[in-house]
T-cell receptor, first 109, second 115 residues
Framework: GQNIDQPTEMTATEGAIVQINCTYQTSGFNGLFWYQQHAGEAPTFLSYNVLDGLEEKGRFSSFLSRSKGYSYLLLKELQMKDSASYLC??????????WGAGTKLIIKP | NAGVTQTPKFRILKIGQSMTLQCAQD?????MYWYRQDPGMGLKLIYYSVGAGITDKGEVPNGYNVSRSTTEDFPLRLELAAPSQTSVYFC??????????????FGPGTRLLVL
């Protein structure tokens, strides 16, 4: 079966750095997405990786290793508004998105 | 552009009742999706459509039906509501795939409670 694993919850301090990991086992691979979802709201797109390596976008970076079935989302200079759930999703061989359960990130002052 | 819109925002149903969740997008996207999200869980695909007149089942289609008569609209029908269908329903869309990062755009969601 297809599976995506993320930690359920993480806590970090305002101004710090946090890394959210995602491991996946899917039937085929056509890209990996990270979405942010604030409580009670819809997911919004953060990043996309299809090749191995690091993609940087401001305070957020995402890394992919296809051989290891592994990705991480790195958030720097954490702000209180970064408190949200972070969803990892993999597009499989049928171009369908398989979603992880999400990691709830709690930011403390 | 309004993007992806969904109605209603919240609804309470009694067991056995039926309803239609509305979804519309004004971005001329070919691909549209219906997901449900249970508390603390990831998104589960219910149905999707690659264009007007074409629909396909996703991972959890039982108890639901869809239609896609126009590019803009993709309604989701619940015929006999059950407590297991209590969830948040998201509609999403994206343009025709071109080998790049076809980001899905989500509607605000419909919260459904079946009692």
């Amino acid at each position: 079966g297809q599976n995506i694993d993320q930690p359920t919850e993480m806590t970090a301090t305002e101004g710090a750095i946090v890394q959210i990991n995602c491991t996946y086992q899917t039937s085929g691979f056509n890209g990996l997405f990270w979405y942010q979802q604030h409580a009670g709201e819809a997911p919004t797109f953060l990043s996309y990786n299809v090749l191995d390596g690091l993609e940087e976008k401001g305070r957020f970076s995402s890394f992919l290793s296809r051989s290891k079935g592994y990705s991480y989302l790195l958030l720097k200079e954490l702000q209180m508004k970064d408190s949200a759930s972070y969803l990892c999703a993999v597009r499989d061989r049928d171009y369908q998105l398989i979603w992880g359960a999400g990691t709830k990130l709690i930011i403390k002052p | 552009n309004a993007g992806v819109t969904q109605t209603p925002k919240f609804r309470i149903l009694k067991i056995g009742q039926s309803m239609t969740l509305q979804c519309a997008q004004d971005m001329n996207h070919n691909y549209m999706y219906w997901y449900r999200q249970d508390p603390g869980m990831g998104l589960k695909l219910i149905y999707y459509s690659v264009g007007a007149g074409i629909t396909d089942k996703g991972e959890v289609p039982n108890g639901y039906n869809v239609s896609r008569s126009t590019t803009e609209d993709f309604p989701l029908r619940l015929e006999l509501a059950a407590p297991s269908q209590t969830s948040v329903y998201f509609c999403a869309s994206h343009p025709l795939q071109g080998g790049g990062q076809e980001t899905q755009y989500f509607g605000p969601g419909t919260r459904l409670l079946v009692l």
